[in-house]
């Protein structure tokens, strides 16, 4: 009778745990490897998952390849950071429609010897300018992603081009941990998210050379995948993990997210 009792129970325990399992839902999410990097990721996912039982499954790429992730209907919903490229991803009838969720700001990454004088600019192109006057080593990701396609913006604002550069211009094909990983070795100046930064822990000499100029702000968006265009996508997890993402739980999460008592990020999702 005993025996019975304790087969019964653990069988009922077991299917409770399946039901569990088998019931959660899953999607999928490509985001920008500087929201990655810079650790929210980590605050966010699990409060999702208990609050939505929703499992979201982070594709960590850069914000071009996160853009053809959602071209090509690898993923529910995208996470990026270059206003164009997504207006020319929803303009295509890729996704639904553009959702603004938080901003933080690029800054200048440098040694702090500064060889290029940049911490005496007073703008971001005439810190661009210095180090290109001087051939001071320059790191770019050199990948496509939302902070190259800003670097290569400041860069033409500058009126410089990258494709004329020499040696002292080093593009590393890389996400934004590795890049600052570069130029922490290589003792050359680069441009970073601030969130990536401040979460970097080899930071060696580096410092912020420059910072401030309102041209570095930087906007995170999000964007469900077009179900017409793509009928397989989960628009309705993509649709409510949009509305958690506005919600006042997730502005008290995102801006509480602080290193060292900096904030990483500022929610401003209109809702």
Do not use: C
Request: hydrophobic fraction near 45%.
């Amino acid at each position: 009778m005993i025996r019975m009792f304790y087969s019964t129970f653990w069988t009922t325990i077991a299917l409770v745990a399946f039901t569990t399992v088998s019931t959660a839902e899953t999607m999928k999410l490509a985001v920008t490897t500087s929201f990655n990097n810079s650790g929210l990721s980590d605050k966010l996912l699990p409060q999702i998952k208990a609050d939505l039982g929703l499992e979201v499954q982070l594709l960590v790429v850069g914000t071009g390849q996160a853009i053809r992730l959602g071209e090509a209907g690898d993923v529910d919903a995208i996470l990026v950071h270059s206003k164009s490229a997504e207006e020319t991803f929803i303009a295509a009838g890729y996704g639904t429609h553009r959702r603004e969720i938080m901003y933080n700001d690029f800054v200048l990454i440098g040694p702090e010897s500064d060889p290029a004088q940049v911490t005496t600019a007073q703008s971001a192109a005439e810190a661009l300018g210095k180090i290109s006057a001087t051939s001071a080593l320059f790191v770019s990701r050199g990948d496509d992603s939302g902070t190259h396609k800003k670097e290569i913006a400041l860069w033409t604002a500058a009126s410089l081009d990258p494709t004329t550069f020499d040696g002292w211009y080093r593009a590393v094909g890389a996400g934004m941990g590795a890049s600052l990983n570069a130029a922490a070795g290589m003792g050359g100046y680069i441009l970073s998210d601030r969130a990536s930064w401040l979460n970097f822990k080899n930071k060696g000499d580096l410092a912020i050379a420059f910072a401030g100029d309102p041209v570095l702000f930087n906007q995170y968006a999000y964007i469900p995948v077009n179900p017409d265009l793509h009928p397989h996508v989960r628009n309705d997890l993509a649709l409510a993990l949009e509305e958690w993402l506005v919600s006042e739980t997730a502005e008290t999460l995102i801006n509480g997210y602080t290193i060292n008592g900096e904030t990483l990020f500022t929610f401003n999702a209109q809702r």
